[in-house]
């Protein structure tokens, strides 16, 4: 089942998480499309002529990988499993040090195992914290076997002498470790101070103490226990992120983008050109007709014909690049499989610029739907709407060839909202307040100051062959960036859901 997340992920950004199914019955292409349509009041000043669309490009970070293996806990361990990449180093481990092993296999069986184990571990997390009284210490030890036996690998491994590969298994060894770690924290988190869960808190303790006892004992520098200063703690964080981007090496792909915009520019260029032209040949034609050749009245004739020519030509420009420039692809990314960079797996192309509120498809204006406020204060000043548009066609037949395991393909957009709000003044309003009368003399009470917010309304369409699926968010705005999001149901109804909100510690779903 395809899911679409959105979240804010700091001040000035948001992030739309789509995942793709991968429907092997369904030929060699799957094609997926996703929309994000921005609706600008006044107060935001953007329009065509004060916005270039293609700045959009610079403001769009785009991740575009392979979704994390699912694994339940039980096939991960199974060591007969076809699949589990932890059975698999077990056995393309070598049994001793004369015997040849596959490096290659080794490196992306061991990254995968790091991103499978990250995502066991974060189901688990989100399992105690919807039913609490679920935690089993027995699983938390199973949770633990994954590290355990993958130190085994490592140390045949290492008797095996190729220091390369035991740099390798080094890092993401380190890597397994602050995971379980970072999630046993959280899961104590969870808890707070519950008395019923003192012995499983207490069961959890020993074990993030056992993990800070090994990464000490093997020389890592991940130890928090041994760290003083707000500079160690800074290099810890930044370890951790880098182990965890070098072990999701595994799910990327090789992207090669071809900036197909300009492209398109240069043709609409050629057809103002060929307009002018005619005009300017028109007028010539037109003088020799009149005039006859070689007289005063031509030769001026020829210099104004230059002039409307040049001006026809820039005039044609803007009206075709804003009318129908937007309808053309802007950029082109080829997707190719890093394994064998030979083989194309996905396309993907995009799409930018302003539409009308009036030829927006039918369910977009009904998911914007203004309230009657918003209706009658901005009657007549529409709102400025910028649409942006991917299409993916996913090649299943190629996926499933090289990719048995992988059975989906998740698409990370993060949009950075800061030029959406040069215009924005940090302005401040005063609530008053009421006099309460009292027995004597009434009582005053202070007004409130509270800053000023603008709205930004924001739909997410996202097409899959199994439909469609529509959401509208209200991003509450100032100069500074973002102070909240809502999501915003039919009818104006605010739903607390969990997309529009961000963990108090830690972002588990971050991939």
Not at 76 to 101: C, F
Not at 284 to 292: K, L, P
Not at 401 to 419: E, F, G, S
Request: hydrophobic share 40%.
């Amino acid at each position: 089942m395809e899911t679409l997340r959105f979240k804010q992920r700091n001040r000035y950004s948001v992030e739309i998480k789509a995942r793709y199914r991968i429907d092997r019955s369904a030929g060699a292409r799957n094609a997926y499309g996703l929309r994000l349509f921005f609706f600008f009041p006044r107060g935001f000043e953007l329009a065509p002529a004060t916005y270039d669309r293609r700045g959009f490009l610079d403001q769009l970070r785009m991740f575009l990988r392979f979704d994390t293996p699912r694994f339940s806990l039980a096939e991960l361990l199974d060591p007969d499993s076809e699949w589990s990449p932890l059975a698999r180093l077990e056995a393309g481990a070598p049994v001793d040090a004369a015997e040849d092993v596959d490096t290659s296999r080794l490196v992306h069986e061991s990254k995968l195992l790091g991103c499978v184990y990250k995502s066991l571990l974060r189901d688990y997390v989100h399992t105690v914290r919807e039913s609490p009284d679920s935690t089993d210490r027995k699983e938390i030890d199973l949770i633990r076997q994954v590290a355990t036996r993958f130190r085994r690998v490592r140390s045949a491994i290492v008797d095996q002498g190729d220091a390369t590969l035991v740099r390798h298994f080094d890092l993401i060894d380190e890597y397994l470790s602050l995971l379980v770690s970072r999630y046993c924290t959280l899961l104590l988190h969870e808890w707070g101070d519950a008395a019923n869960h003192l012995a499983t808190q207490r069961s959890i303790a020993h074990v993030i103490e056992t993990e800070e006892a090994y990464r000490r004992s093997r020389g890592f520098p991940t130890v928090p226990a041994d760290m003083s200063s707000e500079r160690d703690l800074e290099e810890y964080v930044y370890q951790e992120k880098m182990l965890k981007r070098y072990a999701t090496e595994a799910l990327f792909f090789e992207v090669s983008r071809t900036d197909t915009g300009r492209r398109t520019e240069h043709i609409l260029y050629a057809v103002a050109a060929g307009v002018a032209m005619i005009v300017a040949t028109g007028i010539a034609f037109f003088g020799q007709q009149r005039f006859g050749s070689f007289t005063t009245s031509l030769f001026v004739l020829l210099v104004l014909g230059y002039m409307v020519k040049d001006r026809v030509k820039d005039l044609f420009r803007d009206l075709l690049t804003r009318s129908v420039g937007s309808f053309f692809t802007v950029r082109k990314s080829v997707i190719r499989d890093r394994k064998r960079r030979s083989r194309r797996i996905a396309a993907v192309h995009e799409r930018i610029g302003f539409r009308h509120r009036r030829r927006l498809p039918a369910q977009v204006q009904n998911a914007r739907n203004r309230g009657a406020f918003e209706r009658t204060l901005f009657a007549e000043d529409d709102e400025q709407v910028l649409e942006y548009s991917k299409t993916i066609t996913l090649n299943a037949r190629t996926i499933s060839a090289l990719h048995h395991r992988i059975d989906a393909v998740a698409d990370i957009n993060v949009v950075d909202i800061r030029p959406f709000l040069r215009h924005l003044n940090t302005q401040y309003g005063i609530v008053p307040r009421a006099l309460v009368p009292g027995e004597g003399s009434p009582q005053r009470i202070a007004p409130r100051v509270v800053q000023r917010v603008y709205h930004l309304t924001m739909i997410v369409e996202y097409d899959s062959p199994g439909g469609t699926i529509l959401q509208r968010y209200r991003l509450i705005v100032h100069g500074r960036g973002i102070k909240r999001i809502e999501s915003v149901g039919d009818g104006g109804t605010v739903e607390h859901g969990t997309w529009a909100l961000v963990d108090e510690i830690g972002d588990l779903d971050e991939d």
